[in-house]
């Protein structure tokens, strides 16, 4: 926490280094949610080409390559993911899968009471149901089934239960800390204390910290993070996604990714291997060079060659046109008024 809280002013910006406050990135378990949508065979983006007729040299004479034509809602298969290094090694976070939406303590409870009160006013109730509506696993199970609700204190449960486990054996076994965006469920009061029953301080769960130099919007909380600050979004995600569509298309009996179901598990096979070890040590080792180059800059925005690609590329492109045209034409009207003024006929 004295990384973030020393952020926050205790320090000097332009002087700050992550080794003088005690901080390593070997103690740190990086999480972040992924999910996949399924894909129905061939996999691909193309359609595939289909014969027209015959040319006059009797050749098959094929259609244009467009697009491939895709369902306009996709299931997908999402889950919870996580890496580390342990002991100078890469290492990877078993999975957990989560269905439909994610919702924080207070909605779940809420939650609980609908469905308590739908069970109690069934025309023919179960014989039992005054005992049922009592249990909290039944009715938390009618729940997830049902009303298609996923209780985030389960996705806690396991990236603890799994960080105790990764650094059980090393020096950080008492003092490991979790990296994870800004989710608001995650910082709920109910989330805080299920962390206390679980035994595992929340203020391990980085933040900004409770420094006075903090704004009071962040104090206590994490910020949305960009894509640099998360080794696994750049680029661990991009190499596990890419590995999964490989596996798909030269390996489709064994990798299968037409059902969400089969995807998970495909998944799940995928991550054992991709991304490798080297590659995790290599994207997680990054997160300092990137916030220091941050914190030199105060915070501002550090200009530096893009690396992003797809619809981040483009709105980036956007953004940056935007701003300039905007400034062009804030100048160009604050000319007008100045000439304007200046204008005795006017």
């Given at each position: 926490m004295?990384?973030?809280?020393?952020r926050?002013?205790?320090k000097?910006?332009?002087?700050?280094?992550?080794?003088?406050?005690?901080f390593?990135?070997?103690?740190?378990?990086?999480v972040?949610?992924?999910?996949?949508?399924?894909?129905?065979?061939?996999?691909?983006?193309?359609q595939?080409?289909?014969?027209?007729?015959?040319n006059e040299?009797g050749?098959?004479?094929y259609?244009?390559?467009?697009?491939r034509?895709?369902?306009?809602?996709?299931?997908?298969?999402a889950g919870?993911?996580g890496?580390?290094?342990?002991?100078?090694?890469?290492?990877?976070m078993?999975?957990?899968?989560?269905?439909?939406t994610?919702?924080?303590?207070?909605?779940?409870?809420?939650?609980?009471?609908?469905?308590?009160?739908?069970?109690?006013?069934?025309?023919?109730?179960?014989s039992?149901?005054?005992?049922?509506?009592?249990?909290?696993?039944?009715?938390?199970?009618?729940?997830h089934?049902?009303?298609?609700?996923?209780d985030v204190?389960?996705?806690?449960?396991?990236?603890?239960?799994?960080?105790?486990?990764?650094f059980?054996?090393?020096?950080?076994?008492?003092c490991w800390?979790?990296?994870?965006?800004?989710?608001?469920?995650?910082?709920?009061?109910?989330?805080?204390?299920?962390?206390?029953?679980?035994?595992?301080?929340?203020?391990?769960c980085?933040?900004?910290?409770?420094s006075?130099?903090?704004?009071?919007?962040?104090?206590?909380?994490?910020?949305?993070?960009?894509?640099e600050?998360?080794?696994?979004?750049s680029?661990?995600?991009?190499?596990f996604?890419i590995a999964?569509?490989?596996?798909?298309?030269?390996?489709?009996d064994?990798?299968k990714?037409?059902?969400?179901?089969?995807?998970?598990?495909?998944m799940?096979?995928?991550?054992?291997?991709?991304?490798?070890?080297?590659?995790?040590?290599?994207d997680?080792?990054r997160w300092?060079?990137?916030?220091?180059?941050?914190?030199?800059?105060?915070?501002?925005?550090?200009?530096d060659?893009s690396?992003?690609?797809?619809?981040?590329?483009?709105?980036?492109?956007?953004?940056?046109?935007?701003?300039?045209r905007?400034?062009?034409?804030?100048?160009?009207?604050?000319?007008?008024?100045?000439?304007?003024?200046?204008?005795?006929?006017c």
């Amino acid at each position: 926490m004295r990384l973030f809280q020393d952020r926050c002013g205790r320090k000097s910006r332009r002087n700050y280094a992550l080794e003088d406050h005690g901080f390593s990135i070997e103690q740190v378990l990086w999480v972040d949610e992924h999910s996949q949508k399924v894909r129905y065979m061939p996999v691909g983006d193309w359609q595939t080409l289909f014969p027209v007729g015959l040319n006059e040299s009797g050749e098959t004479v094929y259609d244009e390559l467009v697009p491939r034509i895709k369902p306009k809602f996709r299931q997908s298969a999402a889950g919870v993911f996580g890496v580390a290094i342990i002991d100078g090694v890469g290492t990877k976070m078993v999975p957990m899968r989560y269905l439909n939406t994610v919702i924080g303590p207070r909605s779940w409870e809420r939650e609980r009471v609908l469905e308590r009160d739908r069970v109690k006013s069934m025309r023919r109730p179960p014989s039992n149901w005054e005992i049922l509506v009592c249990n909290d696993v039944w009715i938390d199970e009618r729940i997830h089934r049902l009303r298609k609700k996923f209780d985030v204190r389960r996705l806690i449960k396991h990236v603890i239960e799994e960080g105790n486990r990764m650094f059980r054996d090393t020096q950080f076994t008492h003092c490991w800390l979790i990296y994870h965006d800004y989710l608001k469920s995650w910082w709920e009061l109910g989330c805080q204390q299920y962390m206390l029953e679980l035994r595992f301080d929340p203020r391990r769960c980085l933040g900004c910290g409770s420094s006075p130099a903090c704004p009071q919007r962040y104090r206590n909380k994490t910020v949305g993070d960009s894509p640099e600050l998360m080794p696994l979004d750049s680029y661990l995600f991009a190499d596990f996604k890419i590995a999964v569509l490989k596996n798909a298309v030269f390996k489709p009996d064994e990798y299968k990714v037409g059902t969400p179901n089969a995807l998970w598990e495909t998944m799940t096979k995928v991550w054992g291997k991709i991304p490798r070890s080297d590659r995790v040590l290599a994207d997680i080792r990054r997160w300092p060079t990137t916030v220091s180059k941050i914190i030199a800059q105060e915070g501002a925005y550090v200009e530096d060659k893009s690396s992003r690609q797809g619809n981040r590329a483009v709105l980036e492109r956007i953004h940056r046109t935007t701003r300039a045209r905007m400034d062009w034409f804030i100048q160009d009207a604050v000319q007008d008024l100045d000439d304007a003024n200046e204008d005795p006929g006017c």
